[in-house]
């Protein structure tokens, strides 16, 4: 590969920098260094790029800034808690934030879920949601239910287990045969619902694809049931109707944790706390990471229900570790600072209500691009959407090219192969809504 090089146009007088050692994520590498599509700057709704232009950010980052960017109260949380206290072992030591934040996070959770335990990511957490369902089992003396249940087109991250649980096909292909005993049910995508706002009428079947598995494998041997209510990352499959009730009802009579990650959906993406509440439903346990800090400190964080957490607790012998898991940077406290300052924020400023409200007018806009030339299909629900744009022959081709071309014409989004999603920060305005589908309906026209 030749050398990368790139200066950054907004400094004139600044160095170029080598494009050559930073390894990027989740990126076609090359094509990136050939064409760097550099973002020095958020404010509010917008990005400015390395030329000085605006953005405006139609994915909160990553499912991340809800309350948008540059929040002044998050940076001087996070300066304080640096000065006050950088660090210190989770492991046998505590600090006031990391307790302070639990308890803010489990005012937010649905029913008795109100034990948590801090990681550094969504991936973090769903490998941590795994041990804790199979420490659960284990200390109530069930241990053979070693086995786990989740979907196609399901992203749970990227470490083995959550690679082991998803159904992304290129995230797992060329990584071996990632963990045994694990069993995918079917998507609901399915073109009975295309175009349909909110949860499709067809497919609360699909569910049964549960309970498929409990007769093949035994109820005794499954530990947990992984479910994204609604599948984000490849673009925003809303759940059918009944579907999630129909899980929990599989899970309840067999035994079964069900484990709602959360990662995207939680803290007010829907509108909700959690899309638990939205959809009425209560897990064992709920994941979430991302809108955690507002995206500012990278943080996850698994709430667990009581009867778990208190079934591990009780297992162990007093004065003993009860569950032999964690990291260096569980509840650091710069991200713990970070995220008390964020959840002030969605409270103060009544976040979550105002992306409630403000979901008719956002869906609306999304909807009204069905007729748009290359849509081949639209969901969404809350502040969350997605655009199936047609593809040209060679999947995600179009959608990679859509994605640039929205970043030229100076919209920020994300896409999963020919998908689209959109998902503005909560402080988004009308005005806001209305450019977001200016941008996307100009861009669809010129494909
Ligand atoms: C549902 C879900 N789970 C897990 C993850 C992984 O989170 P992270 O990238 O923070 O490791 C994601 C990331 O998008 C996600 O959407």
């Known amino acids: 590969m030749g050398h990368a090089e790139h200066k950054i146009q907004d400094q004139p007088q600044a160095k170029a920098i080598s494009l050559d050692e930073y390894w990027m994520p989740f990126t076609p590498n090359r094509e990136f260094k050939s064409a760097p599509m550099l973002v020095v700057r958020g404010e509010g709704m917008y990005y400015w790029n390395d030329r000085g232009e605006k953005l ?59 034990r948590i335990f801090f990681t550094n990511s969504g991936s973090e957490a769903v490998d941590t949601a795994m041990k804790v369902a199979l420490a659960y089992h284990q200390a109530r003396g069930q241990g053979g239910r070693t086995m786990f249940v989740s979907r196609e087109r399901a992203y749970h991250g990227v470490n083995f287990g959550g690679v082991s649980l ?12 990632t963990l045994p005993g694990i069993g995918h ?38 530990a947990a049931c992984f479910i994204e209510p609604i599948a984000g990352s490849t673009g925003c499959l809303v759940p059918p109707k009944g579907y999630l009730k129909r899980i929990r009802e599989i899970c309840d009579a067999n035994g079964i944790l069900l484990v709602f990650d959360e990662v995207i959906t939680g803290v007010g993406r829907t ?8 959809f009425g439903i209560t897990p064992d346990v709920i994941t979430m990471a991302k809108a955690l800090t507002n995206g500012a400190v990278p943080m996850g964080a698994v709430a667990i229900s009581e009867r778990i957490h208190d079934t591990i607790m009780n ?20 991200a713990c600072a ?66 640039k071309k929205l970043f030229e014409n100076g919209l920020h989004l994300k896409t999963t192969g020919d998908a689209a999603i959109i998902a503005p920060p909560l402080i988004a305005e009308k005005k806001h809504i209305d450019e977001i589908h200016d941008k996307l309906e100009k861009t669809l026209a010129a494909l």
């Open 56 to 114: 405006i950010d139609a994915a909160s980052g990553m499912f991340c800034c809800a309350a948008g960017h540059g929040r002044k109260e998050i940076a001087e949380a996070v300066q304080r808690q640096l000065t006050d206290l950088d660090f210190i072992a989770p492991f046998l030591r505590g600090h006031p934030r990391a307790f302070e934040l639990a308890s803010r996070v489990a005012e937010l959770t649905p029913g008795d879920l109100n």
């Open 166 to 177: 998803s159904g992304m096909v290129n995230n797992r292909r060329k990584f071996g045969p």
């Open 185 to 222: 049910m079917r998507h609901t995508h399915i073109k009975e619902n295309y175009f349909a706002r909110g949860e499709g009428e067809h497919g609360v079947e699909l569910a049964d694809d549960l309970q498929r598995f409990v007769n093949l494998y035994g109820p005794e041997n499954i």
């Open 338 to 403: 970070a995220g008390v300052a964020a959840l002030d924020i969605y409270r103060n400023d009544r976040l979550f209500e105002r992306g409630r409200e403000m979901t008719p007018y956002f869906q609306d806009a999304v909807f009204s691009l069905k007729s748009a030339r290359n849509v081949v299909d639209i969901r969404g629900y809350g502040m969350f959407a997605a655009i199936d744009v047609a593809s040209d022959g060679v999947p995600g081709r179009r959608g990679h090219a859509f994605q």
């Open 271 to 278: 509108g909700h706390n959690f899309a638990a509440q939205a």
């Open 315 to 334: 297992a162990a012998p007093e004065g003993t570790i009860e569950f032999f898991h964690g990291y260096t940077y569980s509840a650091h406290p710069v």
